[in-house]
């Protein structure tokens, strides 16, 4: 009897001490929480996406080498951004860059041209992507307060900057429920990259979900072995061996949440029998000899190798055929502190061909209409030059204060430039995006309204967008 009572939580003591009518009430709303169906008010309103693929460009792409033209910079090459108060501001910065004598001005020094209808000025590095433009909705100035990669991550993925949040594929899957029975709600993927060699490091709570059930956090594929771990059954273990012991566990789950009604316990037999199902639907899903060559092709020549971005790109249209709720592709390599001349041109060779397959097939299939896609960083990085500067090689430090993403398919205005930098590319002179704002278009593409998502944990009604700021939809890029 003693250990027994030693092992009681409070939660349990509370379930079994507690009036007999208030137990009954915590055990059904215990039912509620584990249930993986949609909240019951959701969709708040009609959504114009039924699922979304983000791109996620881990290490902050440089909008001022890619998207963000600021050709008046080469009148200023090599003069020192700390004499301009009025453009820096007394800006926080790295440790990085903070004890260097002078902060020099890099100009771009990758030509731009305009494309599209309305002519929108992209890189010569992204020539693929520029052929997108009419698609997309291109926002110059998304800014963030974070300053170091880990936390700026931390803070687009789950809103905020220290660890514990669910991300935002979590909050999708919690909120929206499954539209697909044999894959999980919420997959990514983490590609290899051929820019510099070092990488700031991923952690799974990026795709995690915090206080949410542990049955929506997101399921990373693996580019080798098995797709997702331990997936096969253990040598000498039939698939029928493999389905008795999975009953056994159910029956032992369903008793212990009878007794203790903890919600994670049936999340555990709902993982075990969506292990069981995606032993049979995975193969398939990363199985590309259904693929005509022409499709193929135009993913471009890395498709076939497993771990890629073009092979990611592929997987996330299968995905979305397949109707997974969220899929969120992280590809390294893009902190470029130094050698952008060396490094930047292979990240973009990596995914620009690709994106710009994975739009164009979505399109072709007639996916795009109710596929919302979202392309860019954490943060962006500066005009000024860390490290030593030459008009034919240069580096860039953090920069929270502007960067660049886009975003296209349901529910986004094709063909918009939305915000403005000034000519330094260092503050938001038109129509300033937070975050936050980026994140609740997202869910208003979906069909929710941010405010009122949210789950009650310490106290604290939390949300995706915070409680520390006012926020809402970019409503100018929305169609």
Same mark, same amino acid.
């Given at each position: 009897?003693?250990?027994?009572?030693?092992?009681?939580?409070?939660r349990t003591f509370l379930s079994q001490t507690g009036i007999g009518l208030g137990a009954a009430a915590l055990a059904t709303l215990m039912r509620t929480e584990a249930s993986a169906d949609p909240r019951p008010e959701l969709p708040h309103f009609p959504p114009t996406a039924?699922?979304?693929?983000?791109?996620?460009?881990?290490?902050?792409?440089?909008?001022?080498?890619?998207?963000?033209?600021?050709?008046?910079?080469?009148?200023?090459?090599?003069?020192?951004?700390?004499?301009?108060?009025?453009?820096?501001?007394?800006?926080?910065?790295?440790?990085?860059?903070?004890?260097?004598?002078?902060?020099?001005?890099?100009?771009?020094?990758?030509?731009?041209?305009?494309? *599209?209808?309305?002519?929108?000025?992209?890189?010569?590095?992204?020539?693929?992507?520029?052929?997108?433009?009419?698609?997309?909705?291109?926002?110059?100035?998304?800014?963030?307060?974070?300053?170091?990669?880990?936390?700026?991550?931390?803070?687009?993925?789950?809103?905020?900057?220290?660890?514990?949040?669910?991300?935002?594929?979590?909050?999708?899957?919690?909120?929206?429920?499954?539209?697909?029975?044999?894959?999980?709600?919420?997959?990514?993927?983490?590609?290899?990259?051929?820019?510099?060699?070092?990488?700031?490091?991923?952690?799974?709570?990026?795709?995690?979900?915090?206080?949410?059930?542990?049955?929506?956090?997101?399921?990373?594929?693996?580019?080798?072995?098995?797709?997702?771990?331990?997936?096969?059954?253990?040598?000498?273990?039939?698939?029928?061996?493999?389905?008795?012991?999975?009953?056994?566990?159910?029956?032992?789950?369903?008793?212990?949440?009878?007794?203790?009604?903890?919600?994670?316990?049936?999340?555990?037999?709902?993982?075990?029998?969506?292990?069981? /199902?995606?032993?049979?639907?995975?193969?398939?899903?990363?199985?590309?000899?259904?693929? $005509?060559?022409?499709?193929?092709?135009?993913?471009?020549?890395?498709?076939?190798? $497993?771990?890629?971005?073009?092979?990611?790109?592929?997987?996330?249209?299968?995905?979305?055929?397949?109707?997974?709720?969220?899929?969120?592709?992280?590809?390294?390599?893009?902190?470029?502190?130094?050698?952008?001349?060396?490094?930047?041109?292979?990240?973009?060779?990596?995914?620009?061909?690709?994106?710009?397959?994975?739009?164009?097939?979505?399109?072709?299939?007639?996916?795009?209409?109710?596929?919302?896609?979202?392309?860019?960083?954490?943060?962006?990085?500066?005009?000024?030059?860390?490290? /030593?500067?030459?008009?034919?090689?240069?580096?860039?430090?953090?920069?929270?204060?502007?960067?660049?993403?886009?975003?296209?398919?349901?529910?986004?205005?094709?063909?918009?430039?939305? *915000?403005?930098?000034?000519?330094?590319?260092y503050n938001i002179v038109e129509d300033p995006v937070h975050i936050h704002d980026l994140n609740a278009t997202i869910l208003h593409c979906l069909g929710i309204d941010h405010r009122r998502l949210t789950f009650r944990f310490q106290g604290l009604d939390m949300r995706i967008?915070?409680?520390?700021?006012?926020?809402?939809?970019?409503?100018?890029?929305?169609?």
């Open positions: 009897m003693q250990p027994y009572l030693n092992a009681v939580c409070r039924k699922r979304a693929i983000y791109l996620f460009m881990a290490g902050a792409p440089s909008q001022i080498d890619t998207w963000d033209y600021k050709p008046k910079l080469i009148d200023h090459f090599d003069e020192d951004l700390r004499k301009m108060e009025s453009i820096h501001m007394g800006q926080r910065l790295t440790t990085m860059t903070s004890g260097q004598a002078s902060l020099p001005i890099a100009p771009s020094k990758f030509k731009f041209k305009q494309h *599209g209808k309305h002519g929108a000025w992209v890189s010569e590095l992204l020539p693929h992507q520029a052929k997108l433009v009419d698609d997309l909705a291109i926002v110059r100035s998304v800014h963030t307060e974070a300053i170091n990669h880990d936390p700026a991550i931390t803070y687009i993925c789950t809103g905020h900057q220290l660890p514990g949040r669910a991300s935002l594929g979590s909050w999708l899957s919690y909120g929206l429920g499954s539209t697909n029975e044999n894959l999980p709600n919420f997959m990514v993927m983490t590609p290899s990259w051929t820019g510099r060699k070092e990488a700031q490091a991923l952690f799974n709570r990026l795709w995690g979900s915090g206080p949410l059930p542990s049955e929506h956090q997101g399921v990373s594929l693996r580019s080798s072995g098995d797709p997702v771990l331990f997936l096969s059954n253990p040598e000498g273990v039939s698939r029928e061996a493999r389905q008795r012991m999975l009953e056994r566990l159910r029956r032992f789950n369903q008793r212990t949440f009878d007794k203790y009604a903890d919600a994670e316990t049936l999340t555990r037999t709902e993982q075990y029998e969506m292990a069981a /199902k995606m032993q049979m639907s995975v193969p398939g899903l990363t199985d590309f000899s259904d693929e $005509p060559q022409h499709v193929l092709d135009m993913y471009g020549p890395d498709v076939q190798k $497993p771990g890629t971005y073009a092979a990611s790109c592929l997987l996330a249209r299968r995905m979305a055929e397949r109707d997974v709720r969220f899929v969120q592709i992280f590809h390294r390599g893009w902190d470029q502190h130094g050698n952008i001349a060396g490094d930047l041109p292979n990240q973009c060779r990596d995914v620009d061909q690709p994106t710009w397959a994975l739009i164009n097939d979505l399109k072709q299939r007639g996916l795009l209409d109710d596929t919302l896609v979202i392309w860019g960083g954490e943060f962006g990085r500066t005009v000024y030059c860390q490290g /030593k500067l030459t008009k034919q090689n240069y580096g860039r430090d953090h920069h929270p204060r502007n960067f660049t993403i886009w975003m296209a398919g349901g529910g986004i205005k094709p063909g918009v430039v939305h *915000g403005s930098t000034d000519e330094f590319s967008t915070g409680v520390d700021r006012p926020c809402g939809p970019v409503q100018a890029i929305l169609a």
